[in-house]
Nanobody, 125 residues
Framework: QVQLVESGGRLVQTGGSLRLSCAASGRAVSSYAMGWFRQAPGKEREFVAGIDWSGVNTYYADSVKGRFIISRDNAKNTAYLQMNSLKPEDTAVYYC??????????????????WGQGTQVTVSS
């Protein structure tokens, strides 16, 4: 079993930056692809960013491309999401996820095996 714990979410002003962390425990996730998703009130959970096990290949939703950066430190069993130029529409609960089967990240929630509890990001206008 893998446990994922997100941290770093808080209230920030438009244009600000945040770095979210996703710490894994229970098993090394160095061979897992990792993803970040978000869910705003009344909306479905949506893909934000993904990273392959090696960290070489990254994937982004169009809405965050150029503003967000996903990374990982396998030695620390942790993934990160650097969020810059934040907008009010980025307000959501952010979740990290680990994909056990397959080394590439996926855009789909159903491809991930483990999920964290989420961290709230609120961007004020």
């Amino acid at each position: 079993q893998v446990q994922l714990v997100e941290s770093g979410g808080r209230l920030v002003q438009t244009g600000g930056s945040l770095r979210l962390s996703c710490a894994a425990s229970g098993r090394a996730v160095s061979s897992y692809a990792m993803g970040w998703f978000r869910q705003a009130p009344g909306k479905e959970r949506e893909f934000v960013a993904g990273i392959d096990w090696s960290g070489v290949n990254t994937y982004y939703a169009d809405s965050v491309k150029g503003r967000f950066i996903i990374s990982r430190d396998n030695a620390k069993n942790t993934a990160y999401l650097q969020m810059n130029s934040l907008k009010p529409e980025d307000t959501a609960v952010y979740y990290c996820a680990a994909r056990m089967i397959g080394s590439t990240a996926s855009y789909h929630t159903w491809d991930y095996d483990y999920w964290g509890q989420g961290t709230q990001v609120t961007v004020s206008s």
